[in-house]
């Protein structure tokens, strides 16, 4: 079973700048488990079939006119019908009026209130990101994240192989750190992977017969990111001689991390390669393979092309 994990309600408060209009004798205590918010019109005028009271609940300026619409009797009754389902908060957003009946009834079934300026569309969707990103599942593997050319990358393989050197040579060349040795991975979508560092670590590198380094204080700030998008896993390992490594890229390979898949490539290490200018090249063609071109495919249909028309190489 996938393990569930939740934020406390005063850190995403705190987070989002919101004013605590009440506060629950919990609201310390109160962790949120929900990805999701809900938004009670069609609950507040009395329909509560599928309504999940583990989600925060969001009135707009919408809710706020309809309820204003009603006489005192109706607006305590959909107030009440929320709030004695007992959700962990209740968010006025776009700086409309708390109604009294709101907060009498917030009071009376102990549902912390609270209020944002911000726009409501806007504050539910960087609310619901920020939910998505607190509750991911994740976990945590041996390797660097680096962003290269826009493109997250993530560089596994055997201890000793040369992963941090290479991650120093990209750093050297004006591409950005987000962790070294340890890496946490986040499913914060169906779709997509994000990687940061752990927090004790961050910002920090090994180097083999040197030690730890600080990145920002060699580098500058600007050589590190604390997280970013996974888009292409980087295998390297040892030379193999016995082993056939794909030449052309023609073949498609994926590695899958939380039920993701994101595209693998393997890069044999040994002395004289230019692993850092290798690795800028590949996340260079992973970018075009996302816009569609493959320089493969490209050259195999141009030598299909010049065979059928009897012209060789």
């Known amino acids: 079973m996938e393990k ?4 406390s309600l005063p850190e995403l408060a705190k ?30 005028m009395g329909y509560l079939e599928h309504f999940d009271a583990n989600r925060i609940q969001v009135i707009g300026r919408s809710e706020n006119a309809m ?3 009603q006489d005192s009797q109706q607006r305590t009754a959909g107030f009440a019908a929320i709030m004695s389902r007992r959700p962990p908060a209740v968010i006025v957003a776009h700086d409309e009026v708390v109604l009294p009946e709101c907060l009498e009834m917030a ?6 209130l609270l209020t944002t300026t911000v726009d409501t569309s806007e504050f539910s969707a960087r609310f619901i990101h920020s939910l998505r990103y607190h ?3 994740r976990e945590t593997i041996h390797g660097v994240l680096m962003e290269v050319y826009g493109e997250g990358m993530l560089i596994i393989g055997d201890s000793g192989v040369g992963k941090s050197e290479t991650a120093l040579g990209l750093l050297k060349q004006g591409h950005r750190l987000i962790a070294d040795d340890a890496v946490e991975i986040l499913r914060t979508s169906s779709f997509h992977l994000e990687g940061r560092s752990p927090s004790i670590i961050k910002h920090f590198m090994e180097l083999r017969g040197i030690g730890v380094i600080n990145v920002p204080s060699v580098f500058g700030i600007g050589a590190v990111k604390p997280s970013c998008q ?9 030379w193999d001689e016995s082993k056939h490594y794909d030449r052309l890229g023609l073949d498609t390979r994926t ?17 004289g390669r230019n692993l850092a200018v ?27 092309e010049s065979v059928d028309l009897g012209l060789g190489f």
Do not use: C, W
């Open 67 to 69: 309820m204003e619409e």
């Open 230 to 238: 996974i888009d292409l896993v980087v295998q390297m390992e040892l």
């Open 107 to 112: 009071r009376k079934y102990g549902v912390t």
């Open 15 to 44: 987070e989002h700048e919101l004013r605590v209009v009440y506060a629950s004798p919990d609201y310390e205590s109160i962790r949120v488990g929900s990805m999701d918010i809900n938004r009670p019109g069609i609950q507040l």
């Open 278 to 304: 290798i690795l800028e090249i590949a996340a260079m063609t992973n970018r075009q393979k996302k816009t569609g071109y493959n320089a493969a495919e490209d050259l195999a249909r141009r030598v299909d």
């Open 135 to 137: 509750l991911a599942p």
């Open 4 to 7: 569930k994990y939740f934020v």
């Open 255 to 271: 590695t899958e991390y939380l039920g993701v898949d994101v595209p693998l490539v393997t890069i044999p290490v040994r002395p």
